[in-house]
């Protein structure tokens, strides 16, 4: 680099570099980016940007905005810390011409710091104190004299007073120097990490005295894989075991390199610093050998230590990132599964000791009638259960019976079956519910708010009945992370996941739609545009005046602004109102649109809603104008057709197979129907009805290769399995959906653990990790067999 110059300043920040890299990455327009982000920065929502600013953003949907999202602020923060770093070192009076350009065109903040590694204030090191005693320019003498004796020119450099009194002292002082200033070399940094990362390998194996303590992660006491195929579950299982203290983690290079002399790190060290070719030959001069040894300390001393951090917490930050994508793909497919709609529903909380608690709610999800029944021991009052839920299911006309899946889930189905076989004047049909997260809700502020003069254990009841009626509505009221579809949930970023997670809900809510008459605060505060304080007034309204008749209505609760309004109205409906367009997506704003096309057809609103061939031969085209454009009149047109659509599928259950209860009942190659309950990277876990989800693995869910099991299956899905291999004493249990699948025992493999816990008698899918365990990741992933 040139001599710095004090003249050489730091520049602003320029917005429309940030737009130019987002268009870049996003495939889209800097236009369409521009638009984004003004809008978010004015404070829309991305569903309110999706659906109702099309024209603005050029159609970019919710999945390129929540990109956009996250990639806008990482980039306004890459700025910001270019601008600090620009300012640093012109302060420093080191801003050369040729590093600014660098730095301004760092395009990740690794980049940056590598860039301001060598002008970083930092703590004296062992090469600052060698600068002191002066022995830079012993350091640079030794490199630009190739014909030189290092030992000969270190005897010029000696200072008694630095404890410099022999030539290997200020050798090694030139040495420390060298190998600080290789070590924050930007370049050299950038080839070392890019050749590290492309042929690293990650090695693992148990601490000494650990075996028994860490049986868990036997699987990774002699482990070792690239660094770039490592899958995000066994990287965040590995790093579990090191957090232990079970394993112990390094990275180098594959065994047959790590052996070679000199090591091939420090030759490409010597070679990308272009040292001389000769450093490690056996009749090599005193200046190579010692400039060997120098390249030698940079590796073994500053980069493997560096590198090797570093690389642990981008693998954990890659896991990670790929793991909270994983959970809210789940949750996305949980919360719009389909509804079973306005029924009556008997929910049914399964217990044994303290017996089965029923709630009943009506159609709109009023509880009706609440109790708690004995069928089993101590009690045993089979005769007077079934008695009371025939009773309770003919009183209220009850439609579905809700079970929840947890303890004697299958013990309390049964006994619902029998009722419903000596009482055939009862037109049931009884659906086993997945109660994760209700124990959570049952003891909120929400719940206790919802019903404070219920006891904490019929909420629960409530809560498995509600989710039957409608999911998204019921699991909105539960964080997110308590309902369990994730993987080693509890070893993420829990800021990162709780936003990604926040954001799927949204979204769901949002593309569903709210009935602003019925829905609960919860549901509510997830709206577009709303908060829990809106929320709460809204509701305070309802109870208070009695049902919203419209739209406009809403601008006369207490703090809703023009803003909140136009960022809520198109997604809140209002059933049976003054307007019918009040309970369609199409948006107030765009009402004059509709008056337009009514006034063309010469119809009125009860004529063309809903009425398919009402709009036959008239072009959306004709209806655009300066403020909406074809793609809001589209919009339009699709919503009068099919006014305030839902986009969940078709409500349908799974039917588990009688006689088979437990895990004793699995025989191999039983076929049996099942519902997904998660879905991993390595497969999905599925009901079978056995009080333990079992897991078919990835390789097993196809006849055809499956780069991602949420291609073939979803949360809440119906499939058809065959059973592997049962192992009741670990509690597991092996399927594939590949009917012709040989069943037969298979050996355990690289993941294997547990699937499956039982906790407070909650089965549990565990993937999210109990105990140590390194597979809560994974069980039919330990089938060698499946593994083709």
């Known amino acids: 680099m040139s001599l710095a110059s004090s003249a050489v300043t730091a520049p602003a920040v320029d917005p429309a570099r940030i737009i130019a890299q987002l268009a870049s990455e996003l495939n889209s327009r800097p236009a369409q980016v521009a638009a984004a982000v003004d809008l978010l920065d004015d404070g829309a929502t991305v569903p309110f940007i999706a659906r109702y600013r099309k024209e603005a953003t050029g159609g970019l949907d919710d999945t390129v905005l929540r990109e956009l999202e996250v990639r806008l602020v990482y980039l306004r923060e890459l700025e910001t810390r270019r601008l600090a770093i620009l300012e640093s070192i012109t302060q420093q009076g080191k801003l050369t011409a040729e590093l600014k350009q660098e730095i301004a065109t760092a395009d990740t903040k690794q980049r940056l710091e590598d ?59 030139a040495r420390d120097i060298l190998a600080e200033r290789y070590a924050e070399n930007a370049d050299l940094l950038a080839d070392m990490r890019e050749h590290l990362w492309h042929t690293g390998v990650l090695y693992s194996k148990v601490s000494e005295g650990k075996q028994a303590e860490g049986a868990n992660f036997r699987d990774w006491f002699d482990f070792s894989e690239s660094l770039r195929t490592l899958p995000s579950h066994r990287v965040l299982a590995l790093l579990r075991g090191r957090q232990q203290g079970v394993l112990e983690l390094r990275v180098g290079l594959q065994t047959e390199l790590e052996a070679e002399k000199p090591h091939p790190c420090v030759t490409r060290i010597a070679a990308f610093l272009k040292l001389g070719k000769s450093l490690f030959a056996l009749d090599a001069t005193p200046r190579s050998l010692w400039l060997g040894e120098v390249c030698r300390w940079t590796w073994r001393v500053k980069l493997l230590t560096a590198f090797e951090s570093e690389f642990f917490g981008k693998l954990r930050e890659q896991a990670e990132a790929e793991a909270i994508r994983v959970f809210a793909a789940n949750l996305k497919d949980l919360l719009l599964a389909a509804p079973a709609g306005p029924k009556a529903v008997l929910g049914l909380d399964p217990g044994i000791r303290t017996g089965c608690k029923i709630a009943v709610i009506d159609p709109t999800g009023k509880v009706v009638e609440t109790t708690t029944v004995y069928p089993f021991e101590p009690r045993r009052d089979v005769e007077g259960t079934i008695n009371t839920l025939a009773a309770l299911c003919a009183r209220h006309k009850v439609d579905l019976v809700a079970i929840g899946n947890g303890t004697a889930s299958r013990e309390s189905e049964k006994l619902v079956g029998e009722m419903m076989a000596r009482f055939k004047d009862l037109t049931l049909t009884r659906v086993v519910v997945s109660e994760a997260g209700a124990s959570v809700y049952s003891a909120s502020e929400a719940a206790a708010a919802e019903f404070p003069d219920l006891d904490v254990t019929l909420r629960g009841a409530v809560s498995i009945a509600r989710r039957l009626q409608d999911p ?44 602003v008459n019925t829905a609960s605060a919860a549901l509510l505060a997830r709206v577009s545009g709303l908060n829990t304080l809106l929320a709460k007034n809204i509701v305070s309204w309802r109870d208070e005046r009695g049902a919203f008749a419209t739209r406009a209505a809403l601008r006369d609760v207490p703090r809703f602004g023009d803003k909140a309004f136009e960022q809520a109205a198109g997604f809140l409906r209002i059933p049976n109102g003054a307007n019918p367009l009040d309970a369609s997506s199409v948006h107030p704003e765009a009402y004059p649109v509709v008056e337009r096309i009514l006034a063309r057809v010469r119809k009125d609103m009860k004529e063309i809603i809903g009425q398919r061939e009402a709009l036959k031969g008239v072009s959306p085209a004709d209806f655009t104008d300066e403020r909406f454009g074809l793609p809001t009149v589209r919009d339009i047109f699709g919503e009068l057709e099919k006014p305030g659509r839902d986009p969940r599928p078709e409500f349908k259950t799974a039917q588990f197979k009688d006689g088979v209860e437990t895990l004793k009942d699995l025989v191999p190659g039983m076929v049996l129907e099942g519902v997904v309950t998660n879905v991993a990277n390595f497969g999905a876990f599925v009901d079978v009805g056995v009080h333990q989800d079992g897991l078919v693995h990835i390789s097993a869910l196809s006849e055809k290769f499956v780069k991602d099991p949420r291609d073939v299956v979803r949360v809440g899905q119906t499939v058809t399995v065959k059973v592997l291999e049962v192992d009741v004493a670990r509690q597991r249990v092996a399927l594939t959906m590949r009917l012709n699948d040989a069943a037969e025992p298979a050996r355990r493999g690289q993941d294997g653990g547990s699937p499956a816990s039982t906790r407070g008698g909650q089965r549990r899918p565990q993937v999210d990790a109990g105990r140590g365990s390194p597979a809560n990741s994974a069980m039919a992933n330990a089938f060698a067999k499946l593994k083709r």
């Open 115 to 173: 860039l301001y590694a060598p002008y970083k204030p930092k703590r004296r090191t062992r090469a600052q104190i060698a600068r002191e005693a002066g022995l830079e320019p012993l350091a640079d003498a030794i490199l630009a004299d190739a014909s030189c004796d290092p030992a000969a020119l270190a005897a010029r450099y000696l200072n008694p007073e630095a404890s410099i009194t022999d030539a290997k002292a200020a050798l090694d002082g």
């Open 472 to 515: 998204l509505a019921e699991l909105v009221k539960i964080d997110p992370k308590a309902i369990g579809v994730g993987q080693y949930q509890h070893d993420l970023n829990q800021r990162e996941l709780a936003r990604s997670l926040d954001a799927v809900v949204e979204d769901c809510v949002n593309a569903v739609g709210v009935d």
